[in-house]
């Protein structure tokens, strides 16, 4: 369609910036890209162009590049939100979570009303040093008070405790995502006879994990590009009693449709890191660790705490098997997105090198394809006095092969105060040791949970000083690291994290709960349904 649009008048300005939309919508970076050069070539420097060409780069992991034209677009169109709210995830992407928090809050003062921007600058402010669940419950009730603050109605329901609850889970992310790897190991195990799901798919781009959910049993409504109030009349013919948000303040969120209240019963669940701030938003699953007893203050949901895991992993079926380590010097490891390795993570990430010698750092992820980003990160390390060749800053690799590099990893060092979630469990599975800190927000207890819930609760520390001593130590003890390595699958395997059936019953539990107390509290109406 880009393609087509773009070439049936390439002159057309209009007809361009109309093409550069429906390419974002698409997630075609390259035809993006193409399209936002056509458009400055035609009418020159332009700040619409400008944005696309900073999307299109951001969209294909060169975040250094689409910076560049971020700013460019705020000197072009300073009066204009979108391009600060271009910049804020550019920040995000290219690893300066203060900066996109700045760039998203000069985006708002211009446009108040962008719900989506202020939903952006929620996320971003998880992966500031720093953040506690106290701080980003201030912020996330303030953004409710703008933009969550009307609620509808309940729908009618005839509220019969005991018959089978129907579910809607809703999410942008049914695909090769966290969102699919978690619900690969629930959606087949559902009981019909408890709970009949219907998956709202967000998602304009299907991959092999779409088709994989998509066949999990179940009802299937593909929904992108649809008006919220269209999307709330579907959920109400389909009778969904309780409808699960997978995506909370992340990109393509439904937020104001569940403030608007779309089902009787309305539960926060793996998409977000902690609270929403909805008032409608009645329950968050949770467990013990990602919020530990007495802090429920900071949740403006009821916290429901499963007793083993919050989410189960399904890992790929093509997944190599454990290596032998057999290098004679300590190869550490960081996978995770560039957004989490903030100034303090490398300052303390450098202090073990130095105190481990002959060490490196080896990293991959989307972002360090770009020249600019890995020298500005060598740049960091050569300041706090490692030398930058011991640091290897690699690009983003398909799946399997990523996988297969963590048979060159010693040790992988978890991120903070935004910990690691699904790499964390990748690292596990594939024999490798995560030295986390144990954080103060959900973001931050990601891995201290799965360690803990696999018996390693020995590499979960209180702070940055303990967190260096812990990975040096590590680095040190042969036998220990070899011990884990070989042990770790078998460990997941025996674990909460891999108990399908198990936390599949535990989530029908508290669905039935949570469904029987709407039911003793149904609106009169409902009871003469």
């Given at each position: 369609m880009l393609r087509r649009g773009t070439a049936l008048d390439p002159a057309n300005a209009a007809g361009l910036v109309t093409a550069l939309r429906w390419g974002r919508m698409t997630e075609r970076a390259a035809e993006l890209a193409r399209a936002a050069r056509r458009l400055t070539a035609l009418i020159g420097p332009d700040a619409r162009a400008e944005i696309e060409l900073a999307v299109a780069n951001a969209a294909s992991g060169r975040p250094g590049v689409a910076a560049v034209h971020a700013r460019c677009a705020a000197a072009l169109g300073p009066g204009i939100a979108a391009a600060h709210v271009c910049g804020g995830h550019v920040a995000r992407e290219a690893g300066l979570p203060e900066a996109a928090v700045a760039w998203l809050g000069r985006g708002l003062a211009i446009d108040p009303f962008d719900a989506r921007a202020a939903s952006d600058r929620l996320l971003c402010r998880q992966y500031v040093p720093g953040v506690t669940a106290e701080s980003l419950a201030i912020h996330h009730n303030e953004w409710a008070r703008r933009f969550a603050r009307h609620e509808a109605a309940q729908p009618w329901r005839h509220p019969d405790p005991d018959r089978p609850i129907r579910v809607g889970y809703l999410s942008p992310d049914f695909a090769l995502h966290p969102i699919g790897w978690f619900l690969a190991g629930v959606l087949p195990h559902h009981d019909p006879r408890a709970v009949e799901h219907v998956c709202y798919s967000d998602r304009r781009v299907e991959d092999e994990m779409t088709r994989r959910l998509r066949s999990a049993g179940g009802e299937w409504v593909s929904c992108a590009g649809w008006p919220d109030q269209d999307l709330a009349r579907?959920?109400?013919?389909?009778?969904?009693?309780?409808?699960?948000?997978?995506?909370?303040?992340?990109?393509?969120?439904?937020?104001?449709?569940?403030?608007?209240?779309?089902?009787?019963?309305?539960?926060?669940?793996?998409?977000?890191?902690?609270?929403?701030?909805?008032?409608?938003?009645?329950?968050?699953?949770?467990?013990?660790?990602?919020?530990?007893?007495?802090?429920?203050?900071?949740?403006?949901?009821?916290?429901?705490?499963?007793?083993?895991?919050?989410?189960?992993?399904?890992?790929?079926?093509?997944?190599?098997?454990?290596?032998?380590?057999?290098?004679?010097?300590?190869?550490?490891?960081?996978?995770?997105?560039?957004?989490?390795?903030?100034?303090?993570?490398?300052?303390r990430w450098a202090e073990i090198l130095r105190r481990v010698p002959g060490s490196r750092l080896v990293m991959h992820t989307r972002g360090l394809g770009d020249e600019r980003v890995r020298a500005a990160l060598r740049a960091q390390f050569d300041a706090a006095g490692i030398d930058p060749s011991r640091v290897d800053p690699g690009v983003g690799l398909p799946h399997q092969q990523l996988l297969a590099r963590y048979g060159d990893i010693d040790i992988a060092l978890d991120p903070f105060p935004y910990s690691g979630g699904l790499t964390t469990l990748e690292a596990l599975w594939m024999g490798v040791p995560v030295v986390t800190v144990r954080g103060r927000t959900f973001a931050g207890r990601h891995s201290s949970a799965y360690l803990t819930r696999i018996g390693l609760e020995s590499l979960v520390v209180d702070g940055p000083d303990a967190y260096v001593e812990l990975a040096v130590g590590l680095a040190r003890d042969s036998e220990w690291r070899s011990a884990l390595r070989a042990s770790m699958r078998q460990r997941l395997l025996a674990s909460p994290m891999m108990d399908y059936v198990g936390t599949t019953r535990q989530v029908e539990a508290e669905f039935r709960t949570m469904w029987r107390v709407w039911c003793a509290r149904a609106p009169a109406a409902a009871r003469g349904a």
């Open positions: 579907r959920i109400e013919s389909d009778r969904i009693d309780i409808l699960v948000d997978l995506a909370g303040h992340t990109g393509a969120n439904r937020l104001p449709l569940f403030a608007r209240r779309a089902a009787p019963v309305q539960v926060s669940w793996a998409g977000y890191v902690g609270t929403t701030g909805v008032p409608a938003m009645d329950y968050l699953i949770a467990d013990g660790i990602h919020v530990p007893i007495g802090e429920d203050a900071a949740y403006s949901e009821k916290v429901v705490r499963l007793p083993g895991t919050y989410v189960c992993y399904t890992p790929p079926e093509d997944a190599p098997e454990v290596a032998v380590r057999s290098g004679q010097s300590i190869v550490f490891g960081c996978f995770n997105h560039l957004s989490k390795v903030n100034g303090e993570v490398v300052r």
